[in-house]
Each structure stands twice: as structure tokens, then as C-alpha cells.
């Protein structure tokens, strides 16, 4: 698994929390959710309250139970933005200065060059070296890059990459090991906003 990533499955298992939430949103009681899963609702019960990790194939019949009771909805790939501008480790600060000013983007992942995830450099990560290094500008991207943004698929419902972009300022979007695209704030809501499905309501 990619280090830092994070499908519906693996939230769950972080936050047991989203479990409830999407049953709720399905319509779902806990007991008619089990009985589709074909598991009891003692166990929803402490899945959702955190008090047992079930394993990974429950859990996946479980989320294929809520995902064909939510119905078709958007994903990750139908707003992620393209191309990804990245950078190496090896890169100078100053080229990350200068492509977030030219792009007008305040992070950028770190790739090595064969185009896996390394980390993250942030608006913030350059300040806190301003504020530590004589000259920062004589730094290397890699040695600033802080943890990697969370990485979903393509098909990882956009409710979902909603609820992580309260956490962290973008999400990756990940397709056997290549970044395929990115999830800012803003495309969320120009998907919800600009779409013309948003325009009828």
C-alpha cells in the first residue's frame, strides 16, 4: 500500500465515525445495513462506535452495501485537477517559490522520478525555513518536504475527499503508484457550485 493512502476503506478504519455518518446519509438502520452485509448488527454497532476493527473483506461488503444504497454519485476523477505539477527533492526552493507564484498553488507534492510520492512542500514549510536557515534559497526541496498530502482513487466518492479536505488542504488522486490528478478545496466547490446539476437546484 502507498504510504499515506486512504480509501473509503482505510477512513473508515481511521474513523470509525464515517461508517455512521454514511449509513445515516444511505438511509440505512443499523440492522438493515447488517442484514444486507450479511453480518450482525452487534457488529455495525461497535464498528461505529470504534470498539473493534473488522476485517478488511467485512468491510468491503459492508461499503459495497452503503455505496449501492447512496446510488451513482461523482468521484474523485470527475473533478480531480490536471496536470499535477510536482517537484524532486533535488529541486531548489526557489523553483517551488516560483511555481507556486506562477500557479498560484500553496503546496506541491514531492515525487522521486519514477513518479512515487515522497512528501509535500508547503507555503508553510518554506516560512519555517526562512525563519531557521541563513539562506534558504540554498536549500533542496527534499530537505523542507514534509509528510505526503492523502492519497485516494479515482473512484473514491467525492463525499468522502470532502471530509478529508477539512483536515488537509488537498487531496492526491492515485492510479497504480502515478498521480493522476489533485483535489483542492476549490474544485470541490466549483464542482458543487458551477456543475450543471448545482445550476438547476
Same mark, same amino acid.
Given at each position: 500500500?502507498?504510504?499515506?493512502?486512504?480509501?473509503?476503506?482505510?477512513?473508515?478504519?481511521?474513523?470509525?465515525?464515517?461508517?455512521?455518518?454514511?449509513?445515516?446519509?444511505?438511509?440505512?438502520?443499523?440492522?438493515?445495513?447488517?442484514?444486507?452485509?450479511?453480518?450482525?448488527?452487534?457488529?455495525?454497532?461497535?464498528?461505529?462506535?470504534?470498539?473493534?476493527?473488522?476485517?478488511?473483506?467485512?468491510?468491503?461488503?459492508?461499503?459495497?452495501?452503503?455505496?449501492?444504497?447512496?446510488?451513482?454519485?461523482? %468521484?474523485?476523477? =470527475? $473533478? #480531480?485537477?490536471? @496536470?499535477?505539477?510536482?517537484?524532486? *527533492?533535488?529541486?531548489? +526552493?526557489?523553483?517551488? !517559490? &516560483?511555481?507556486?507564484?506562477?500557479?498560484?498553488?500553496?503546496?506541491?507534492?514531492?515525487?522521486?522520478?519514477?513518479?512515487?510520492?515522497?512528501?509535500?512542500?508547503?507555503?508553510?514549510?518554506?516560512?519555517?525555513?526562512?525563519?531557521?536557515?541563513?539562506?534558504?534559497?540554498?536549500? %533542496?526541496?527534499? =530537505? $523542507? #518536504?514534509?509528510? @505526503?498530502?492523502?492519497?485516494?482513487? *479515482?473512484?473514491?466518492? +467525492?463525499?468522502?475527499? !470532502? &471530509?478529508?479536505?477539512?483536515?488537509?488542504?488537498?487531496?492526491?488522486?492515485?492510479?497504480?503508484?502515478?498521480?493522476?490528478?489533485?483535489?483542492?478545496?476549490?474544485?470541490?466547490?466549483?464542482?458543487?457550485?458551477?456543475?450543471?446539476?448545482?445550476?438547476?437546484?
Amino acid at each position: 500500500m502507498i504510504r499515506g493512502e486512504m480509501s473509503v476503506l482505510t477512513e473508515i478504519l481511521r474513523f470509525p465515525q464515517r461508517l455512521r455518518e454514511l449509513r445515516l446519509k444511505a438511509g440505512l438502520t443499523q440492522k438493515e445495513l447488517a442484514m444486507r452485509a450479511g453480518v450482525s448488527q452487534a457488529l455495525i454497532a461497535r464498528i461505529e462506535s470504534g470498539a473493534v476493527n473488522p476485517r478488511l473483506s467485512t468491510l468491503q461488503r459492508i461499503v459495497k452495501v452503503l455505496e449501492e444504497a447512496l446510488g451513482p454519485s461523482m %468521484k474523485a476523477e =470527475d $473533478i #480531480m485537477h490536471q @496536470p499535477v505539477i510536482t517537484l524532486h *527533492p533535488d529541486d531548489d +526552493v526557489n523553483k517551488a !517559490v &516560483e511555481l507556486m507564484e506562477q500557479y498560484g498553488i500553496s503546496q506541491i507534492p514531492i515525487v522521486d522520478y519514477e513518479g512515487r510520492i515522497l512528501g509535500t512542500i508547503h507555503e508553510t514549510s518554506i516560512l519555517k525555513a526562512l525563519s531557521a536557515t541563513p539562506k534558504p534559497s540554498m536549500l %533542496k526541496v527534499g =530537505d $523542507i #518536504m514534509e509528510e @505526503p498530502l492523502p492519497i485516494v482513487a *479515482p473512484s473514491t466518492p +467525492v463525499d468522502l475527499v !470532502v &471530509e478529508m479536505l477539512t483536515e488537509y488542504p488537498a487531496v492526491l488522486v492515485v492510479e497504480k503508484g502515478l498521480v493522476k490528478g489533485i483535489i483542492a478545496k476549490i474544485d470541490v466547490i466549483k464542482s458543487r457550485i458551477l456543475s450543471p446539476e448545482a445550476s438547476k437546484q
